[in-house]
């Protein structure tokens, strides 16, 4: 007998390509898709940022504005709908003052009430809709006001009783952490206090942990890392509370997106029989970063964010020493916090002739590093999931990785006779540990038989959505069985 498909709302603070920060713009434009096209019907819901344009993206106004219960009384929301790929809906909350006016996602005072003016916002405008979900998925603390509510007061009116809901973690450092207040600016004051939470304060995080039907974290390793003191962030009492309904499913990657036969950023395509193409790429990298143009040394690359959690403070002591012992290349691309610009602005100083430092966002040069680099550099202390190993894997980059999260589920560590590895694995956060793995890389470089057997068995990893669609499809009818 088939199961019948599902009615999924998915909600988001960002979305690929309407509004993109980090990781989850990614998601929330990929996952949809991936579930449209397994025949389920998957709605998507965010806010409608001030650079959201109304005529790029062919917004339609759907009836009047509504009120929703915040503050003293009531703020008033528009609807607009679009499409996300051929058939995947859109809806886009439109208010003035606490989204349409600001040109960021992120980073302002009133992020709690802005989340909150969404979160009710959402509540009211599924009654407007002439479709009613199974299941809603929300993502992050910016949409825990959704089953924060469902549960404490929407099992109440019976349009909202059945709805089941999963709350996925991207990553557990942002909790949207509040003044107790916000209860009262939510409408919400039965919302009872948690453990977890400080005194007088909301968690929202914790709080779509506590009242969600089911939780998922986007990996198998981070869903065993966050119920530890170490990577728990505070919550890991919680979590364990909620073990018996916490998953992990790893993120997938848009093979559409990410296909160096088909990229446009790339200048000589290629694809699995054709890695020597590969070649031609890095002259044309090495002469962008002017760097001399040698075909006889690895070429390491790195993108990444400038942060403490991505292990910026193993990267200078690291390729300060391997580059006064080893013949390499090294081109790194990212943007963050400044020490760490100052450092790489020293390293590049220091070996002007074999590291060049772009400290700066750019897509385009980030797919060009993909394409040429021989060696991709991940050593991260936190990474939930990570889309730089499998992009780095899917380009034929192989990549090196601290034993975390994502990176430990998806990189296999390659070791001499065993025929299987896909990329280097160490497990100290310590410059010692990362420069072992690198040498380690560097010695297996020598061999370009071994070499090439591991860049093909990165290539032909499956990283694609379908999989962790049908994972989700699952943790959907468990969440309405559990509900």
Not at 229 to 249: A, K, N, S, V, Y
Not at 302 to 318: I, N
Not at 383 to 401: F, K, S, T
Request: glycine share 8%; proline share 5%; net charge negative.
């Amino acid at each position: 007998m088939t199961e019948r498909p599902l009615k999924v709302l998915f909600l988001t603070a960002e979305a690929v390509p309407f509004a993109k920060v980090g990781g989850l713009a990614d998601v929330a434009g990929s996952l949809p898709l991936a579930l449209r096209s397994l025949g389920h019907d998957v709605r998507v819901m965010m806010p409608r940022y001030g650079t959201i344009s109304g005529e790029r993206f062919e917004l339609v106004k759907i009836g009047e504005r509504f009120p929703v219960p915040v503050g003293a009384g009531r703020e008033h929301i528009h609807l607009m709908a679009t499409t996300m790929g051929e058939d995947v809906p859109v809806y886009l909350l439109w208010n003035e003052h606490y989204f349409t006016s600001r040109e960021k996602v992120y980073g302002f005072e009133d992020d709690a009430q802005r989340f909150t003016v969404f979160g009710r916002g959402v509540i009211e405008a599924i009654r407007l809709l002439d479709w009613q979900p199974d299941v809603i998925h929300a993502n992050d603390w910016h949409t825990a006001v959704v089953p924060t509510w469902l549960d404490v007061s929407g099992w109440r009116e019976p349009f909202f009783r059945d709805i089941a809901t999963l709350f996925t973690i991207h990553n557990l450092a942002y909790q949207g952490i509040t003044g107790r207040l916000i209860l009262t600016f939510a409408q919400m004051e039965e919302v009872k206090h948690l453990s977890v939470e400080p005194p007088g304060a909301v968690n929202w995080m914790a709080q779509g942990i506590a009242h969600s039907d089911l939780i998922n974290a986007v990996s198998e390793r981070y869903a065993e890392e966050i119920l530890t003191p170490e990577m728990g962030m505070g919550l890991e009492p919680l979590l364990e509370q909620r073990r018996d309904r916490l998953h992990g499913i790893l993120n997938g990657l848009d093979y559409d997106e990410w296909n160096p036969v088909t990229d446009p950023n790339v200048p000589h395509n290629f694809d699995i029989h054709s890695l020597g193409r590969r070649a031609a790429n890095r002259t044309a990298l090495q002469q962008q970063a002017r760097l001399p143009i040698r075909s006889d040394v690895p070429l390491l690359g790195m993108v990444t964010r400038l942060d403490h959690v991505k292990g910026m403070d193993l990267v200078a002591p690291t390729l300060n020493r391997l580059l006064q012992e080893q013949d390499v290349q090294c081109i790194i691309l990212g943007t963050g916090d400044p020490r760490y610009h100052e450092a790489l602005k020293a390293l590049q100083e220091r070996h002007s002739h074999q590291v060049r430092a772009f400290l700066k966002f750019d897509e385009v040069l980030a797919r060009r590093i993909y394409a040429s680099a021989d060696m991709f550099l991940m050593p991260s202390l936190v990474e939930p999931c990570g889309l730089g190993q499998m992009i780095a894997m899917r380009y034929g980059c192989v990549p090196v990785v601290r034993e975390t999260g994502g990176l430990a589920d998806t990189v296999i560590d390659h070791r001499p006779g065993r025929g299987h590895g896909t990329g280097f694995v160490f497990e100290e956060k310590t410059p010692e540990g990362f420069l072992e793995a690198l040498q380690r890389a560097l010695e297996t470089y020598e061999d370009r038989e071994t070499w090439r057997a591991i860049q093909m068995r990165g290539m032909a990893s499956d990283f694609s959505w379908t999989a962790s669609a049908k994972a989700y499809v699952g943790l959907y009818r468990s969440a309405l069985s559990l509900h």
